[in-house]
């Protein structure tokens, strides 16, 4: 296998119309897993998959001018007559071949961003969060000088038109980032570290009071309300939600409007429906119908709302007419096709409803399946080592197994840690000497099982009855009492 550091990408492509047919290929070298896409922000999407070599060859029926994503590439842009060869360089890609000027230039305007990023979980570096808001904004502003600037370098207009719209969104995102975590200093992060750390049978009843305040101790800074005024007013007002081609082009544009609506969702006569309704996702319908003019961009935010709304519902009866609604407004067959799924799993998992199956590997690597407990009353709990609110359940979990022990009930665990975890699982299930019936899901979140029940977040719990008919599809928690007097009825 070839262990050279660089990325070749080919493209071999027909005619010279705006839309052609096209192939790409080329070579990964150094990895046979490759698992990259080819995709643009409008839903378009093929995989590039290596051989052992790290080979690829990709059929793209139709290509369209303008952004796309490429692997760990990341954005690059494209037109029919492009012909590009890209190299991996240092922590950049650096490209050659027609087509090669613009996409170099895309390389440029990220330079200053890798600087500002970080693996940490927070999108830019520590140093980066304690930058006071006088002194951040400018920076950020600054950049979009120079990096249009930059941009000009090119003659294509459609390029450009593109680009100087991204650039300023990319400032935007950057800002709403550096917004999310600012203040968080590093130095102070040993409290919540040692607070997590403490062993399962060693917490005491405010622990979830102590990680709050271990996690709010982190913060060295915080802006002031005019401060934040302002930084709210320059990312969520002044700038169009309309823009269909920049939208078909630009997630960077996508994510900002996301950010808007959640933004708008909390606060002025939003907040006060939200809080009426007491469904976020059914004030953001709301919004994004009146507030968003463009169809395509308020179909494709009415489409993530509604598969939201759906999926986080116990019951069909509560959202069949938002259901309804959007079936009898999009032209999207992918999406008709999602939102049609997400409620069919919801009336196959609601109360009343017969549970699906499923087959999972326990500690032992022993395959359980649902089924086989037919005849008892089963409380699941979906959860991951990595999650804290999963964590804090375990200590009531286990008195409640203990306490019920005796009873017609058996209390399942299903982790849903990736694959690649399992052995990080297996470990904390050992040194915490979980009881009850253990598992790991096959698919983390992509299991079928969890994705019948619409599980995008967790802790989720869920009852089953013995006649495997399902009792609540989002129970009581272990430390809510009311689970226990629930489980007290029927077990009686």
């Given at each position: 296998m070839?262990?050279?550091a660089?990325?070749?990408?080919?493209?071999?492509?027909?005619?010279?119309?705006?839309?052609?047919?096209a192939?790409v290929?080329?070579?990964?070298?150094?990895?046979?897993?490759?698992?990259?896409?080819?995709?643009?922000?409008?839903?378009?999407?093929?995989?590039?998959?290596?051989?052992?070599?790290?080979?690829?060859?990709?059929?793209?029926?139709?290509?369209?001018?303008?952004?796309?994503?490429?692997?760990?590439?990341?954005?690059?842009?494209?037109?029919?007559?492009?012909?590009?060869?890209?190299?991996?360089?240092?922590?950049?890609?650096?490209?050659?071949?027609?087509?090669?000027?613009?996409?170099?230039?895309?390389?440029?305007?990220?330079?200053?961003?890798?600087?500002?990023?970080?693996?940490?979980?927070?999108?830019?570096?520590?140093?980066?969060?304690l930058?006071?808001?006088?002194?951040?904004?400018?920076?950020?502003?600054?950049?979009k000088?120079?990096?249009?600037?930059?941009?000009?370098?090119?003659?294509?207009?459609?390029?450009?038109?593109?680009?100087?719209?991204?650039i300023?969104?990319?400032?935007l995102?950057?800002i709403?980032?550096?917004?999310?975590?600012?203040?968080?200093?590093s130095?102070?992060?040993?409290?919540?570290k040692?607070?997590?750390?403490?062993?399962?049978?060693a917490?005491?009843?405010?622990?979830t009071?102590?990680?709050?305040n271990?996690?709010?101790?982190?913060?060295?800074?915080k802006?002031?309300?005019?401060?934040?005024?302002q930084?709210?007013?320059?990312?969520?007002?002044?700038?169009?939600?309309n823009?269909?081609?920049?939208?078909?082009?630009?997630?960077?544009?996508?994510?900002?409007?996301?950010?808007?609506?959640?933004?708008?969702?909390?606060?002025?006569?939003?907040?006060?429906?939200?809080?009426?309704l007491?469904n976020?996702?059914?004030?953001?319908?709301?919004?994004?119908?009146?507030?968003?003019?463009?169809?395509?961009?308020?179909?494709?935010?009415?489409?993530?709302?509604?598969?939201?709304?759906?999926?986080?519902?116990?019951?069909?009866?509560?959202?069949?007419?938002?259901?309804?609604?959007?079936?009898?407004?999009?032209?999207?067959?992918?999406?008709?096709?999602?939102?049609?799924?997400?409620?069919?799993?919801?009336k196959?998992?609601?109360?009343?409803?017969?549970?699906?199956?499923?087959?999972?590997?326990?500690?032992?690597?022993?395959?359980?399946?649902?089924?086989?407990?037919?005849?008892?009353?089963?409380?699941?709990?979906?959860?991951?080592?990595?999650?804290?609110?999963?964590?804090?359940?375990?200590?009531?979990?286990?008195?409640?197994?203990?306490?019920?022990?005796?009873?017609?009930?058996?209390?399942?665990?299903?982790?849903?840690?990736?694959?690649?975890?399992?052995?990080?699982?297996?470990?904390?299930?050992k040194?915490?000497?979980?009881?009850?019936?253990?598992?790991?899901?096959?698919?983390?979140?992509?299991?079928?099982?969890?994705?019948?029940?619409?599980?995008?977040?967790?802790?989720?719990?869920?009852?089953i009855?013995?006649?495997?008919?399902?009792i609540?599809?989002?129970?009581?928690?272990?430390?809510?009492?009311?689970?226990?007097?629930?489980?007290?009825?029927?077990?009686?």
């Open positions: 070839k262990t050279s660089y990325l070749l990408l080919v493209f071999l492509i027909t005619g010279s119309a705006k839309i052609t047919n192939q290929t080329g070579v990964i070298p150094g990895t046979d897993k490759s698992k990259w896409s080819l995709s643009n922000n409008d839903g378009w999407s093929t995989p590039v998959t290596t051989d052992q070599d790290g080979n690829y060859t990709v059929q793209i029926k139709a290509l369209k001018k303008g952004m796309y994503s490429l692997g760990e590439v990341g954005e690059i842009y494209l037109e029919p007559s492009y012909s590009l060869i890209i190299k991996k360089v240092n922590d950049g890609y650096e490209f050659s071949g027609n087509g090669s000027l613009e996409n170099n230039l895309i390389q440029q305007i990220q330079i200053p961003l890798n600087r500002m990023n970080s693996n940490s979980g927070y999108g830019v570096k520590f140093s980066v969060l930058t006071e808001p006088e002194k951040f904004i400018p920076i950020m502003d600054k950049y000088e120079l990096a249009l600037l930059a941009i000009d370098k090119s003659s294509n207009k459609f390029f450009k038109t593109l680009m100087r719209e991204e300023n969104y990319i400032r995102n950057k709403y980032n550096w917004k999310l975590f600012y203040g968080l200093d130095t102070r992060m040993d409290s919540l040692k607070t997590l750390s403490i062993p399962l049978a917490r005491k009843k405010d622990h009071q102590q990680l709050q271990a996690y709010l101790y982190q913060f060295s800074k802006m002031t309300a005019e401060e934040k005024k930084v709210d007013e320059l990312l969520f007002s002044g700038w169009d939600m823009n269909e081609l920049l939208f078909k082009n630009s997630s960077s544009y996508s994510y900002a409007i996301s950010n808007r609506i959640n933004f708008g969702t909390r606060s002025g006569e939003y907040k006060q429906l939200s809080d009426s007491k976020p996702d059914q004030a953001k319908l709301m919004f994004i119908r009146k507030e968003i003019g463009n169809d395509y961009i308020k179909d494709y935010f009415l489409y993530t709302t509604t598969l939201s709304l759906i999926r986080k519902s116990k019951s069909s009866a509560k959202v069949e007419s938002f259901y309804k609604e959007y079936l009898s407004s999009t032209k999207v067959p992918s999406r008709l096709q999602d939102v049609e799924q997400a409620f069919k799993n919801l196959a998992t609601e109360k009343n409803a017969i549970v699906p199956d499923f087959t999972y590997t326990n500690p032992d690597n022993q395959q359980v399946s649902l089924k086989s407990m037919r005849g008892s009353y089963v409380y699941i709990d979906l959860w991951a080592t990595w999650c804290a609110p999963c964590i804090a359940e375990i200590p009531d979990l286990k008195k409640l197994e203990l306490k019920l022990k005796e009873k017609n009930i058996k209390f399942v665990s299903i982790s849903l840690d990736a694959p690649a975890e399992k052995n990080k699982w297996l470990s904390y299930v040194d915490n000497d979980l009881q009850g019936i253990q598992l790991i899901a096959d698919n983390d979140f992509k299991s079928e099982f969890v994705k019948k029940f619409g599980v995008n977040s967790i802790p989720r719990f869920l009852l009855g013995p006649d495997g008919i399902v609540d599809n989002d129970a009581k928690r272990p430390s809510n009492p009311e689970l226990q007097k629930q489980l007290d009825a029927l077990l009686k």
